[in-house]
């Protein structure tokens, strides 16, 4: 089971450069969107690339019907641990964690299985917390 971040989304909907390397996660692993990172992807979708929701919904909709992705709920243990995460590692210009980051490392961390991200930051801290991290290339191409 790998865990998307949001770029990984926003990059399948805008055809960026990972996009091949997300639809192969989708159809050889059980690919999963913390809901956070769901919403944050529908957001940057439309504010970055102009995708209207209504679009970004048409695509991620079938994989969500067809299970080729599912929908990770968060609950108390990864908030808490949400938390902890951003406390200790945040840091305005090294580790601009989100929350919606910080709750896709609890997941990694409570729920097991990699997170597939692009995000530098993300992918040290990641490591630091023992989650393997499946580096996807950023719109520049490099990876982390």
Excluded at 83 to 96: G, L, N, P, V
Aim: proline share 6%; with cysteine; aromatic share 2%.
């Amino acid at each position: 089971m790998t865990f998307l971040d949001a770029y990984a989304l926003v990059a399948l909907v805008a055809d960026e450069p990972p996009a091949a390397e997300v639809e192969e996660i989708l159809r050889q692993d059980e690919a999963r969107v913390v809901v956070i990172n769901l919403a944050e992807a529908v957001d940057i979708a439309h504010r970055v690339h102009g995708i209207t929701t209504q679009e970004v919904k048409a695509a991620i909709k079938p994989l969500l019907l067809g299970n080729a992705l599912a929908v990770a709920i968060s609950d108390e243990p990864q908030a808490w641990l949400a938390a902890e995460i951003r406390t200790k590692h945040y840091d305005k210009k090294t580790a601009s964690l989100s929350m919606a980051d910080c709750l896709l490392l609890a997941h990694g961390v409570t729920d097991g299985g990699p997170i597939a991200t692009s995000d530098p930051p993300l992918a040290a801290i990641a490591a630091t917390l023992g989650v393997e991290v499946v580096g996807l290339p950023d719109s520049s191409g490099n990876r982390p």
